[in-house]
C-alpha cells in the first residue's frame, strides 16, 4: 500500500476514534477543508507540519499516522441454524 | 521537540545503523544531497513522498522516522582508582 494511503486510512480511523468531524478536525488544525478531505481519499503526499498539526489536535503520536494499518478481519457471517 | 528534529535525529541514527553516509543514501534514494544534508539538520518539514523514499532504501517503517528519540544515556565518567 502507497504511503499516502497508510497515512489516510490512519487519518480517518484516529479521526474517528477521537470523534472529530473532518470539517471540525480541519478547523481545529487550521487545515484547509479541500486540502484534508483530499488527504483523506489519499492523494497527496503529506508534509511534517501538516503532521504534527494533526497529531496535536488528536493527541495521538506523529508516527501514528504512519504504522501499517491492522488487516481487517473479515469474519463470514455464519448463517443462523 | 520539533517535529523536524524528531525526524533528522532519526534519519541520522537509521543512516548511520544501515552503513550509508549521506551521500550514498542521497543517490540510492535519488534525492538532492544539500536537501538530504538540510534534511539531517532538521531545518526541512519532508514530505511523505521523501520519508517513503528513504524508508525503501535503508529497510525501515516510515514510522521510524517519526518515532520520538531515546534519551541518549549520560553516564558520568567514573574516575579510575
Known amino acids: 500500500m502507497d504511503i499516502r494511503h497508510v497515512f489516510a486510512a490512519n487519518l480517518r480511523r484516529l479521526r474517528h476514534e477521537k470523534g472529530y468531524s473532518q470539517e ?4 481545529e488544525a487550521d487545515i484547509n ?3 484534508m478531505s483530499a488527504l483523506e481519499k489519499g492523494s497527496h503526499y503529506v508534509g511534517l507540519e501538516i503532521i504534527e498539526k494533526l497529531s496535536k489536535v488528536l493527541a ?5 499516522f504512519l504504522k501499517p494499518a491492522p488487516k481487517p478481519s473479515r469474519r463470514r457471517k ?3 441454524a
Open 24 to 27: 471540525d478536525l480541519a478547523y
Open 33 to 35: 477543508r479541500t486540502y
Open 60 to 64: 495521538v503520536e506523529p508516527a501514528d
Open 78 to 80: 455464519v448463517a443462523s
